[in-house]
């Protein structure tokens, strides 16, 4: 078994899980130290990063987030309050309103797409690549019969470019990154 996990006999299929799960625990954790110093939380990173494209209703970005209404006004709330977005009404629907990255929201783009390398890197560096493609569509697979995993799988391919791509999650020996 390997370190962190609990001493009692697990299965293929639970011991997959709970790996899988530390996992994306270390992907979280490497995403909240990098944006740290920008002053976001995963939350409001997430929305500045779904309104890259353009501006979205309050609706949408909540069906988006997999989130509550109230949730999002909480994070509309603190991305507003740091800068990053600004709300407007819709002038074909009073009633509706509209989320818009501010210039500041604009320019943040590229910081958390250099964070996301970053952590993601830290996480999957030690794999080459041709285990991290293996991965890539073994995770395919699993969030195929997910609409929703679909979905944001897809506004992640949008966002990513070659260049962000090559650099995500580097060859390096698993040496290399083991005390990171």
């Given amino acids: 078994m390997t370190e962190n ?34 002053g976001l939380s995963g939350s409001q990173a997430r929305l500045v990063r779904l309104l890259a494209d353009g501006p979205l209703r309050m609706s949408v970005i909540a069906e988006r987030l997999a989130v509550v209404a109230r949730t999002v006004t909480d994070v509309v709330d603190g991305a507003e309050l740091a800068g990053v977005v600004s709300r407007r009404a819709d002038t074909a629907d009073r009633r509706s309103i509209f989320v818009e990255l501010t210039p500041a929201g604009h320019r943040l783009l590229d910081q958390l797409d250099a964070a996301r390398t970053e952590s993601a890197a830290r996480v999957f560096g030690v794999l080459t690549e041709p285990q991290r493609n293996q991965m890539l569509a073994l995770l395919k697979a699993i969030c195929a019969s997910d609409e929703g995993c679909i979905e944001s799988l897809a506004t992640a391919e949008a966002a990513a470019t070659p260049e962000a791509a090559a650099t995500a999650a580097p060859d390096v020996t698993a040496g290399t990154r083991a005390g990171r």
Avoid: C, N
């Fill in 5 to 38: 996990m609990p001493s009692v006999a697990f299965g293929p299929s639970a011991e997959l899980a709970e790996l899988l799960r530390q996992a994306a625990r270390r992907l979280q954790r490497g995403a909240k130290e990098a944006l740290a110093p920008l």
